[in-house]
């Protein structure tokens, strides 16, 4: 494959020269040696690299994308696809390149410089923990940043952040349960570092205190399905008060139901579970899950269209998109609500 020194060197001119005729920046060359290096560039077949746009725009149209964690199950994480399906449609529409960083943050100077040695524009960071000083590092140190289901807990000007609103989903989880009769109530969490975990767990509690009844009981503190059943059914072994279960994503519900089914209790005609993210496999298990759509695909164009308008030079200001309550099986009227 050609390169831009190839073209250079065929056509008898700088690469600066080659950079600013193939990007059409605006300086000044001879309409003579402009033509000598299209004719070169096609004959070579070259295209230019985001190194070879950065030359002459000082932007390389890259952008970095920074997962917590980036393995196999990347792929088929249900939210992480989606992620990736939103960012990559708008990057592409806007003739940017989405690279993943595959590094862990380190933090500080050392973390600023991992980022800065990428050559990206701009970084797209997924769900950092609320302790992380990613976003305010990178943005002091005038790398753009745009957070994805979190909130950016910086007040520079070249950060935002794109979310659900997770109170109101909370909220809206209790209203429905306590519609149905409900009166005890547990929220099985997930890490406890995400923010997304606590905004939901406070969503839920503040309208069962506002109906003058008990505070739900948290459980769970992992998103890991083994840590989360072993959580679930050690509070099942000796506590079945509560005949509502709100957990922070589909998943969670799903362990709330199977584990419940061991201890002899099913949904709904026993417990009611609701469940966050409208995962596929709610729409075809059994019972069908009451659940939140949370539109990730959604939040993440959204958060690349912020973050290519930060890249700008353009300001902008953060997003919460309201959830939707998908009513389904696994939530019905309370039949028992004493112990069992």
Request: net charge negative; with cysteine.
């Amino acid at each position: 494959m050609a390169t831009i020194r190839d073209v250079a060197r065929e056509s008898g001119v700088s690469v600066t020269t080659v950079s600013t005729v193939l990007n059409n920046a605006p300086r000044p060359v001879h309409d003579a040696t402009r033509a000598k290096v299209l004719d070169v560039a096609r004959r070579l077949h070259y295209v230019p690299t985001a190194s070879a746009i950065r030359l002459v725009k000082g932007k390389s149209k890259v952008i970095g994308m920074a997962f917590p964690n980036v393995e196999a199950s990347l792929v088929t994480n249900y939210n992480a696809a989606k992620v990736l399906a939103g960012a990559l449609s708008v990057a592409a529409e806007e003739g940017y390149v989405v690279q993943l960083n595959p590094q862990p943050w380190s933090g500080g100077e050392d973390g600023v410089s991992q980022v800065r040695a990428t050559g990206v524009d701009g970084i797209l960071l997924l769900w950092p923990s609320q302790t992380s000083d990613q976003t305010d590092q990178l943005a002091k140190s005038g790398i753009p940043v745009v957070v994805i289901a979190a909130s950016a807990n910086s007040t520079s000007a070249l950060t935002s952040s794109v979310d659900v609103e997770n109170v109101l989903g909370g909220r809206m989880a209790a209203q429905h349960l306590i519609d149905l009769g409900h009166q005890n109530a547990v929220y099985v969490a997930g890490a406890l570092d995400q923010e997304s975990v606590h905004q939901r767990y406070r969503g839920f509690c503040d309208v069962f205190e506002e109906h003058n009844l008990p505070t739900p009981s948290m459980i769970g503190f992992s998103f890991n399905p083994v840590v989360a059943e072993q959580a679930i059914d050690a509070y099942l072994s000796f506590e079945k008060t509560a005949t509502a279960y709100f957990a922070t994503n589909d998943s969670l519900a799903i362990s709330v139901i199977r584990v419940a089914a061991l201890h002899g209790l099913s949904t709904p005609q026993d417990i009611s579970v609701v469940g966050f993210d409208d995962a596929p496999i709610a729409q075809h298990m059994s019972p069908l899950l009451t659940t939140f759509v949370f539109p990730m695909e959604t939040v993440a164009e959204t958060a690349m269209r912020q973050l290519i308008a930060l890249v700008a030079g353009e300001t902008v200001e953060e997003v919460r998109i309201p959830p939707r309550l998908i009513r389904r099986e696994s939530t019905a009227p309370v039949v028992k609500t004493t112990g069992r």
